[in-house]
Nanobody
């Protein structure tokens, strides 16, 4: 099972930007799609974005489309989430996760096999 560690969270004002990073300790990082989820206090964990094994295909939740960008560097075994134009409703713990297949075309929680511990993002109004 892959070990995932997120970083880059913090406090930012509305309209600001943050970049989250997720480092994976596995030799098979490039074999699988990766994703980002988030969970706000008192709410269920929700899908944010996925990226295919080669970075050529991405999916975004409607709530973040046009503001967030997911990317990956297979040489470094990292996946990033660039978040722009942040809103207070983006406040949540953000988790990266490994998808069960290379393309990541599905976005259910159960489609992801490994999870990081999460990083807090707080957007003030």
């Amino acid at each position: 099972q892959v070990h995932l560690v997120e970083s880059g969270g913090g406090l930012v004002q509305a309209g600001g930007s943050l970049t989250l990073s997720c480092a994976a300790s596995t030799r098979t990082f490039s074999n699988f799609a990766m994703g980002w989820f988030r969970q706000a206090l008192g709410k269920e964990r929700e899908f944010v974005a996925t990226i295919s094994w080669n970075g050529g295909s991405t999916l975004y939740a409607d709530s973040v489309k046009g503001r967030f960008t997911i990317s990956r560097d297979n040489a470094k075994s990292t996946v990033n989430l660039q978040m722009n134009s942040l809103k207070p409703e983006d406040t949540a713990v953000y988790y990266c996760a490994e998808h069960y297949d290379p393309w990541g075309r599905t976005t259910k929680l159960g489609d992801f096999t490994s999870w990081g511990q999460g990083t807090q993002v707080t957007v003030s109004s």
